[in-house]
């Protein structure tokens, strides 16, 4: 059974910094290009960025700069370090697994940035 657990999202001031992270489990993890996507209330769910099973990055312009995705393929996870966070930053953040065939999302974890 495939199973992406997202953790460490939560409540954060503006130009604060959070680190999300995803445990895979269930997938041969270096074989699949991992991600984070997000989606706030009202609209479509978006892609923040990505990292592929070679280590290759890409990241949406409203992030770069600021976002710094990771993984780490012993203990099959991806991270993302969001630092100078916005309130336009506030979403429920997905981690994704992907490759060729097969595609897997996680439950979401919620990052809101408020003062």
């Known amino acids: 059974q495939v199973q992406l657990v997202e953790s460490g999202g939560g409540l954060v001031q503006p130009g604060g910094s959070l680190r999300l992270s995803c445990a895979a489990s269930?997938?041969?993890?270096?074989?699949?290009?991992m991600g984070w996507y997000r989606q706030a209330p009202g609209k479509q769910r978006e892609l923040v960025a990505t990292?592929?099973?070679?280590?290759?990055?890409n990241y949406a312009r409203s992030v770069k700069d600021r976002f710094v995705i990771s993984r780490d393929n012993v203990k099959n996870t991806v991270s993302l370090s969001m630092n100078s966070l916005k309130p336009e930053d506030t979403a429920v953040y997905y981690c994704?697994?992907?490759?060729?065939?097969?595609?897997?999302w996680g439950q979401g974890t919620q990052v809101t940035v408020s003062s």
């Open positions: 994704n697994a992907k490759n060729v065939l097969l595609e897997y």
């Open positions: 269930g997938i041969i993890f270096s074989r699949y290009a």
């Open positions: 990292i592929t099973n070679y280590g290759s990055k």
